[in-house]
């Protein structure tokens, strides 16, 4: 998916565990999986920018807006960062929903305080019985 922003060009390349997911409307993923979030990161020409800073946010959506990881620093090592979310991340906050949505928001900035947001949503899949 290729989002254009005033200022930058952002790719996300989404992978659960075990096998590529193609990116789809709305993903699901089963609750306490870990997910893993590939960023690749472009200015407004499409050119790879390894970013100043980077961090990301998850907010579940479904329990009114619940920030379940708050702003966190990745660590910039080039211009595609590999952001990995823990089971703890993937738990719903009501055992009794089929599902959840979640928000995962990730920010960055480059050359000279130019900035690129992208969100994405999904939905957390309740797998009934898990401890």
Do not use: C
């Amino acid at each position: 998916m290729r989002k254009h922003f005033a200022s930058a060009i952002l790719f996300l390349i989404l992978l659960l565990p075990a096998a590529a997911h193609a990116v789809a409307t709305i993903d699901v993923v089963n609750e306490q999986s870990t997910w893993f979030v590939t960023a690749s990161t472009f200015d407004q020409n499409g050119v790879a920018q390894t970013a100043t800073t980077a961090n990301y946010e998850v907010i579940n959506v479904t329990a009114a807006n619940t920030m379940i990881v708050p702003s966190t620093s990745v660590a910039v090592t080039g211009p595609v960062l590999t952001i990995v979310l823990p089971p703890s991340v993937q738990s719903l906050l009501n055992s009794q929903d089929n599902s959840e949505m979640l928000h995962f928001i990730f920010r960055f900035t480059y050359g000279g305080g130019l900035q690129g947001t992208q969100d994405y949503y999904y939905r957390l899949r309740n797998l009934w019985g898990m401890p």
